[in-house]
Structures are given as structure tokens and as C-alpha cells.
């Protein structure tokens, strides 16, 4: 059928009209999101938090006869009391360690010991570090001057790692604050993610959804900061008790470590040499080394029983997800990326188990 040119003006009309709409809509997304990304992050931790301590919080709203803000109120406060406590005691105790050592290094009672005739034997590098002890235990201020520009190199770095440690602390308060008000309006909130992902997935497929990534967040806080929160206690305490130098911020460099998904044997190895080197072999230094270096690797048992706890999503799925988004998008990718993998990978097998009657060939009559 050809168009007439009344119809095709009309055509023409409706398609300017669409063009128009849709580029409305487009100017106003973008400025919602430049209004909205300083906040991005924050509102994402939010969620996050809200999302993985909403079953504690249920409990506790239980037991105070069902009223919601309260229990959330209460749960935020213990929350941020237990992080502040053990960041106020590492605080101090970097103070305190720094001014001893200023202090001893005013009086000129600072030295360093001089270290055993094994360190020479170590392979490839054994007898560089044995030198640099050497000098070290022997003439400190001509090695400092020796290594003065990367000593202040790795001070300024310290100082601005530290300051982004102050920022991230702040930050993370905030959005405890906030997930304590996601979880007073837990109900509501269920019902607009679930009316969200109905709109976009399907009335059959959108609760679903919702539950998945409920489930994978879950999964990841369980599996992932979890795992890194128990290996940091126990190698932590095996530090303390061997009287390692610097064991709380050792502790807390596992747990880091852990966070990111890198091996904590990156610090109780080194650590393990140095107590060998320092006190020798003997039966407390064997048990020290073999016990911590079992708890090194105890997130290779642990992972597996916790990480696809609850989520009907195969575990390397939610891993690789993890180790993914902590790749591109640091530490709040490594929830991100495992709840796009996971809701991905169950939209494609629902496509691929959705697919449509096969049309029965055509039986020939008799002839």
C-alpha cells in the first residue's frame, strides 16, 4: 500500500514526536545521574548493608514486640560502636608506637639486632638482606640517609592511604546511618524492588529476581567478609601470642588482603621467616609457623561451604563475579559483579530452558 503525502505528513509527525520524547528523556537521565553519582556509592553501600543485616535486625525487631525503627536504631548504634573500638585502640597504639620511637630515636637508644648467620644462607636474596641488617644494627643513620628519598616516598604514600582509610571510616558510618532507615521501611522497600523488577523481568520471573540478589549479597558478606574477618582473627592471635612486632596492623593487612581475594600467606610467610630469623628454630616458632600457616589457607575450606550458601547460582558462578567487580570496581564490585553475573546467568538458562514447542513433522497419509 503506498502512502499518500497527507499520510506521510502525519508519519513524518509522529516520528518527530518520539525523536523529541526520547530526547526529553534522555537529557533527563543524565541529569539525574550527574545530580545523583556523588551519592552513588554511598546509596550502594547503603543497600548492601541493609540487605546483609536485615535478618539480624528482623530477629532483634522480634524481641522488642515487632517495632522496626528501634531495632534498627539499636543495630546501627552496636554496629558502629564494635567499629569504632577496635579503629580508637589502633589509632592509639600507632601513637603510642610512633612516639616511642621518636623518643628513642632522640635519646639515640634506638637499635636494631643484629640478625643470625642463617639470614646469609637464604636463596637469591639472603645475603643483600644480610648486609643491609648488618648495616642497620651497626650504622642506622648512614642506611636512613642511604634510603632517604623512598623512605619519604613511602611516608607521604602511608600518610595519604591513611587519610583515605579516615574518609572510607566516615563513609561507611554514613551509610550504616542509612541502611538503618532501609531496614525501619524493610517491607515497603521489598515491595518497590519487587514491583522494579516485575516491571522490567516479567510478573513471573521479577520476585525472583529480587530474591536472587538478596541471596548472592548475602552469600558474598558471608563468603568473602566473613572468611577474611575469621582468618584475621586467627592469625591475629597467633601473631599476638608469638609477640610479632606490629601484629594488629598485621592482622588487619590479612584482612584486606582476604577483602580483595588475595592469598593471606602474602603476610604469614614473611612472617614466618622472620621468626625464624629472629628467635630460631625451636618448638614454639615450629608450632607458630605451622599454625599460621594453616589459617593462611583456611578460606580454602571455608569459601567453598559459605560462598553459594542459599543462592541457587553454582559457587564459581558468584566467584568469578566477585573477583571480577573487585577487578574493575574495587571493594563495592565485589558485591556489584556477583549479582550481575548471578542474574545474568539465570536470565540465559531461563531463555534457554524457555524455548518453544518443536512443531511435529508431518506424517504422510497412506497411499
Not at 643470625?116 to 636463596?123: F, H, K, R
Not at 593487612?253 to 588475595?262: D, R
Not at 560462598?307 to 558468584?318: F, Q
Request: charged share 10%.
Amino acid at each position: 500500500m503506498l502512502l499518500t503525502p497527507a499520510s506521510g505528513k502525519v508519519l513524518s509527525h509522529d516520528m518527530l514526536d518520539v525523536l523529541i520524547r526520547a530526547g526529553l528523556i534522555a537529557i533527563l537521565v543524565i541529569a539525574c545521574y550527574r545530580v545523583f553519582h556523588p551519592f552513588l556509592d554511598l546509596m550502594l553501600w547503603s543497600v548492601i548493608l541493609a540487605i546483609t543485616l536485615y535478618p539480624l535486625q528482623a530477629r532483634l525487631a522480634r524481641r522488642l514486640g515487632g517495632k522496626q525503627g528501634r531495632s534498627a536504631t539499636l543495630l546501627v548504634l552496636v554496629a558502629i560502636g564494635v567499629l569504632l573500638v577496635p579503629v580508637y585502640l589502633l589509632t592509639m597504639s600507632l601513637a603510642e608506637s610512633a612516639g616511642n620511637m621518636l623518643a628513642m630515636a632522640r635519646s639515640g637508644s634506638f637499635h636494631v639486632p643484629s640478625p643470625s648467620e642463617s639470614v646469609a644462607g637464604w636463596p637469591v636474596i639472603g645475603s643483600r638482606i644480610h648486609g643491609i641488617w648488618v648495616q642497620a644494627a651497626t650504622d642506622l643513620t648512614s642506611l636512613a640517609q642511604q634510603f632517604a628519598p623512598q623512605l619519604k616516598a613511602l611516608s607521604l604514600g602511608l600518610l595519604g592511604k591513611l587519610a583515605g582509610l579516615g574518609v572510607g571510616l566516615l563513609m561507611f558510618i554514613a551509610a550504616l546511618i542509612i541502611a538503618g532507615i532501609f531496614m525501619a521501611f524493610a517491607s515497603s522497600g521489598h515491595r518497590s524492588a519487587v514491583r522494579i523488577a516485575s516491571r522490567m523481568f516479567g510478573q513471573v520471573k521479577g520476585p525472583g529476581i529480587v530474591e536472587l540478589c538478596t541471596a548472592t549479597i548475602r552469600a558474598v558478606a558471608q563468603g568473602v567478609v566473613g572468611i577474611a574477618f575469621i582468618q584475621m582473627l586467627l592469625i591475629g592471635v597467633g601473631f599476638v601470642l608469638m609477640g610479632v612486632p606490629a601484629a594488629g596492623l598485621l592482622a588487619l593487612a590479612v584482612l584486606l588482603l582476604g577483602i580483595m581475594q588475595v592469598p593471606a600467606t602474602l603476610i604469614t610467610l614473611p612472617v614466618i621467616i622472620f621468626v625464624f630469623a629472629t628467635r630460631g628454630i625451636d618448638v614454639a616458632t615450629i608450632v607458630f609457623a605451622i599454625y599460621v600457616f594453616v589459617a593462611g589457607l583456611a578460606d580454602n575450606v571455608l569459601k567453598p561451604m559459605l560462598l553459594g550458601r542459599g543462592v541457587a547460582v553454582p559457587m564459581p558462578v558468584i566467584l568469578i563475579g566477585a573477583l571480577g567487580g573487585m577487578v574493575t570496581s574495587g571493594i563495592i564490585g565485589l558485591f556489584i559483579g556477583p549479582v550481575m553475573l548471578a542474574v545474568g546467568y539465570e536470565l540465559f538458562w531461563q531463555w534457554v530452558e524457555d524455548q518453544p514447542a518443536a512443531i511435529p513433522a508431518e506424517v504422510p497419509g497412506p497411499t
